[in-house]
Nanobody, 118 residues
């Protein structure tokens, strides 16, 4: 499985960005997909996850009400719509996926930089 992120960039505070994660390979059994982020000098943070059918979602408290995760299984693509961006959202965002319903994520993308200017 390969995961490729896109959509990062520079945006002003209060603005929006949409990240995409295109999955290729044996994607049929990727039950959980999600996004991590890591800011410079900070610990990695799990931002959001979504189950294969989209029925179960998780959001970190820091992004609830501002970010929306979704996935289109027909296109093997996951999205993260980020609204009302804050400077503290600046980080490298990683697409992740796993086959199991729990445990560590098996697959990681290369990351995409999101920079929010204040």
């Amino acid at each position: 499985v390969q995961l490729v992120e896109s959509g990062g960039g520079l945006v002003q505070a209060g603005g929006s960005l949409r990240l995409s994660c295109a999955a290729s390979g044996s994607t049929f059994s990727l039950n959980i997909m999600g996004w991590y982020r890591q800011a410079l000098g900070k610990q990695r943070e799990l931002v959001a996850t979504i189950t294969r059918g989209g029925s179960s979602l998780y959001y970190a408290d820091s992004v609830k009400g501002r970010f929306t995760i979704s996935r289109d299984n027909a296109k093997n693509t996951m999205y993260l719509q980020m609204n009302s961006l804050k400077s503290e959202d600046t980080a490298v965002y990683y697409c992740v996926a796993r086959r199991g319903w729990s445990g560590n994520f098996d697959y990681w993308g290369q990351g995409t930089q999101v920079t929010v200017s204040s």
